[in-house]
T-cell receptor
Framework: SQQGEEDPQALSIQEGENATMNCSYKTSINNLQWYRQNSGRGLVHLILIRSNEREKHSGRLRVTLDTSKKSSSLLITASRAADTASYFCGGSGYSTLTFGKGTMLLVSP | DTAVSQTPKYLVTQMGNDKSIKCEQNLGHDTMYWYKQDSKKFLKIMFSYNNKELIINETVPNRFSPKSPDKAHLNLHINSLELGDSAVYFC?????????????FGPGTRLTVT
C-alpha cells in the first residue's frame, strides 16, 4: 500500500511565491523523506525528518511532521523557476521507503 | 563522478524478449534498491538488497530477478517481457536501510515493450 500520498497533484505559481505541498501516510514511520524529481531524471534527496522531530529547515525548505495526523508538509519559500519539478514524499518503515505519486510544481518566471 | 549509474538509459524491445538493466554505485553503500515508476508517476519499490542479500521482495512477478554480484552492483533481469512492464526503472542505494538514511537514485532506465 502507498505510504506517501502527496497533495495537491499539481501546483502552479509565480516566481517569488511560496509553494506548499502536503503528504499523508498510512502506517507508523521511522522517518519521512522528501525528494525532487526533475523531468527525465532520478529522484534527488531534499530533506529527512525523523518521527520524533516536528519541524526541520534546509535553506529555502521547511518541512513539518505531525505524527498524530500522519501528515507532513513541505514549504518552498521564494520559489524560483529552477524549482519546477515533481516532489515526492516517502515514508520509511523498517528498511525501505514507500512513495506516493508526487506533486508536480510549475514555477513561472 | 556519477554516484549511481544505470545502463542502458533507454531500452526498446519486443514482447517475449529477455533483457537486463545494470546498476552500479560508487558510494560505498551497503543497500541497493530497484524501483518501478509507471506512466502515472507512481514510484514503487521492487527489491532491496543489503550486503548482496535480498531483504525486500515486493509483489513482483517472478519474471523479474535481481542479481547482486557484489555490494556495488545490483542488476535486474527480466524474462518474457510484457507490455505492462513498460516503465522507468530506477536503481538507488543508501548507507544502510532507509530507516535512517537517504537514498541516492540513478538516472533511470526507460523500458518500452512493443
Amino acid at each position: 500500500s502507498q505510504q506517501g500520498e502527496e497533495d495537491p497533484q499539481a501546483l502552479s505559481i509565480q516566481e517569488g511565491e511560496n509553494a506548499t505541498m502536503n503528504c499523508s501516510y498510512k502506517t507508523s514511520i521511522n522517518n519521512l523523506q522528501w525528494y525532487r524529481q526533475n523531468s527525465g531524471r532520478g529522484l534527488v534527496h531534499l530533506i529527512l525528518i525523523r518521527s520524533n522531530e516536528r519541524e526541520k529547515h534546509s535553506g529555502r525548505l521547511r518541512v513539518t511532521l505531525d505524527t498524530s495526523k500522519k501528515s507532513s508538509s513541505l514549504l518552498i519559500t521564494a520559489s524560483r523557476a529552477a524549482d519546477t519539478a515533481s516532489y515526492f514524499c516517502g515514508g520509511s518503515g523498517y528498511s525501505t521507503l514507500t512513495f506516493g505519486k508526487g506533486t508536480m510544481l510549475l514555477v513561472s518566471p | 563522478d556519477t554516484a549511481v549509474s544505470q545502463t542502458p538509459k533507454y531500452l526498446v524491445t519486443q514482447m517475449g524478449n529477455d533483457k537486463s538493466i545494470k546498476c552500479e554505485q560508487n558510494l560505498g553503500h551497503d543497500t541497493m534498491y530497484w524501483y518501478k515508476q509507471d506512466s502515472k508517476k507512481f514510484l514503487k519499490i521492487m527489491f532491496s538488497y543489503n550486503n548482496k542479500e535480498l531483504i525486500i521482495n515486493e509483489t513482483v512477478p517472478n519474471r523479474f530477478s535481481p542479481k547482486s554480484p557484489d555490494k556495488a552492483h545490483l542488476n535486474l533481469h527480466i524474462n518474457s517481457l510484457e507490455l505492462g512492464d513498460s516503465a522507468v526503472y530506477f536503481c538507488a542505494s543508501s548507507q544502510a536501510g532507509a530507516r535512517t538514511y537517504e537514498q541516492y537514485f540513478g538516472p533511470g532506465t526507460r523500458l518500452t515493450v512493443t
